[in-house]
């Protein structure tokens, strides 16, 4: 894929937070339309990676493209076209559901009746019609998770980042993350996904790296990685390429 | 270092203004009822054995300040606790941050939006004030905007700290070390004419004591160059002190 194709395209990404080296020099470039997926246990720098892409923390070293755009250079530009799901849960805790999705509109500059029909729409979206007035503390999980996505929804970004989307989610929610996700991809969106649960890389992304330590040790679709390391499935591949299964800390 | 964006600054105040939509009622009670004890302790229980101050009845020499001392603490109160509380606890920055709004902006809408709280405290206990009869000038109506730009002064003071603070816990030093020797020493209780040279000087360097004198002027009869002087103060340590700590500070907290 051409380089000016890319929605992100990463050259030598390198970030160290004193003597510590959390991303020590990655490659990587995602196109359009891609779930891309980031698979590694905690600690491998993924978090890192994506807050540079989404502009909560510097580039350390390297060169950072997104959407065309150095992030270095253009970081409020990127910003504005752009989704993200954190990994921690970050809703407004002192808004109701809708007001979540009403302020956070408010902060790309839609508002008046634009910001409400796109909050309406994007409850809707979220299968959380019914719970627009509620406190935020009274959702589950999954609700949570979902209003999380929907929010990130609200500029029509051309690129979502979602940091680990179902951690410490049940199966159901997870299934029902999924099921968003799925709804999104069929539009075409790009993603780019970090994750620790083989099964949801598997599951989600088009290609995939794997990173360990800070670096990328492969790259991939799901199953031209586990034809090229002879194993029969995603685990086998981390375990065969790192050594430590994914539960190990870095 | 980076400009904020005034537009950006503001999306961030109507966070914050809604959410105090909610709960007004709530707030404003307990900070608005704390001068008024002040109001009736002082002024009418020692200002009855305390017959004037400066030629002016004691009640009506301490009410104006206690209209500054309101928008000291509800700046003061905006900019550490809750602005706190948004920081590290909501996480609500590291949201907004992920959207077009920049550190700056974040700060200069968080210092805004503590200016406007502070605004409307003030300008209700001056409204009090003013029905209990406390106030012998018609100038007393141009007070609030002085009271915003205090509330702005006592704002970048509390953001400044809040962006250096690693936890919650040094709120204490700075309520115990800086506001309340303000509030006493502020000028609100007794004048500063007679006392030693060093003495003034020291409350010269604190906000309270500029904003004590506007609205005392305003509400006794203005002298309109001390006035002037008083606000250019403020207006001068909250540009001065907003770039140089919570601007940079934030940033560099923020986005490491």
């Known amino acids: ?250 | 270092m980076t400009l904020p964006s005034v537009r950006d600054a503001l999306r961030v105040w109507r966070r914050n203004a809604r959410v105090f939509s909610h709960v007004w009622k709530g707030a404003l009670l307990p900070l608005f009822l704390d001068p008024l004890f002040y109001l009736v302790s002082l002024g009418f229980g020692l200002g009855t054995y305390l017959a004037s101050v400066n030629g002016i009845p004691y009640k009506e020499f301490i009410a104006p300040g206690l209209c500054a001392s309101a928008v000291m603490w509800a700046a003061s109160f905006e900019t550490t606790w809750n602005t706190f509380y948004r920081m590290a606890e909501s996480r609500q920055y590291d949201a907004i941050l992920a959207t077009p709004v920049e550190p700056e902006d974040l700060v200069l809408g968080e210092l805004l939006w503590a200016a406007t709280r502070a605004l409307v405290y003030g300008t209700v206990f001056m409204l009090v004030v003013c029905a209990l009869g406390l106030v012998s000038s018609w100038w007393v109506i141009a007070l609030p905007p002085f009271l915003m730009l205090g509330g702005a002064c006592f704002a970048a003071c509390g953001l400044a700290y809040t962006s250096l603070i690693p936890k919650m816990d040094y709120y204490t030093f700075y309520f115990t070390l800086f506001v309340t020797p303000m509030f006493v020493f502020g000028g609100i209780f007794y004048p500063y004419d007679r006392l030693p040279d060093w003495a003034q000087a020291a409350a010269w360097l604190t906000p309270l004591y500029h904003l004590v004198n506007i609205a005392r002027d305003l509400a006794t009869g203005p002298e309109a160059a001390a006035v002037a002087a008083n606000a250019a103060w403020l207006l001068a340590v909250t540009v001065v002190l907003f770039f140089a700590v919570p601007a940079r500070a934030m940033r560099r907290r923020l986005v490491a």
């Open chain 1, 1 to 250: 894929m051409s380089v000016d194709a890319a929605v992100v395209h990463a050259r030598g990404l390198r970030k160290a937070y004193g003597a510590i080296v959390a991303v020590d020099g990655v490659d990587f470039t995602v196109g359009r339309g891609e779930c891309f997926g980031f698979l590694g246990p905690n600690g491998a720098g993924k978090t890192t990676t994506m807050k540079m892409i989404y502009g909560l923390a510097q580039v350390g070293e390297g060169r950072l493209e997104v959407l065309g755009l150095d992030v270095a250079r253009h970081r409020r530009e990127v910003k504005a076209r752009l989704g993200v799901v954190p990994q921690d849960d970050n809703l407004d805790r002192d808004l109701t559901v809708g007001e979540n999705l009403l302020v956070h509109a408010g902060y790309f500059g839609l508002s008046g009746a634009d910001a409400r029909a796109r909050r309406d729409e994007l409850l809707e979206f979220a299968g959380l019609a019914a719970r627009g007035r509620s406190d935020v503390r009274e959702l589950s999980g999954g609700m949570r998770q979902r209003l999380l996505i929907a929010r990130a929804l609200v500029n029509r970004p051309e690129l979502i980042v979602l940091d680990e989307p179902t951690t410490g989610l049940d199966p159901a929610a997870r299934r029902g993350v999924w099921n968003v996700l799925a709804g999104l991809r069929a539009q075409g969106v790009t993603f780019l996904l970090t994750t620790h649960y083989m099964e949801e890389a598997a599951r989600l992304c088009d290609r995939l790296v794997i990173m360990d330590r800070g670096r990328i040790v492969d790259a991939g679709a799901p199953g031209e990685l586990t034809v090229r390391h002879e194993q029969p499935d995603l685990e086998g591949v981390f375990l065969h390429l790192t050594g430590h299964g994914l539960g190990a800390q870095a």
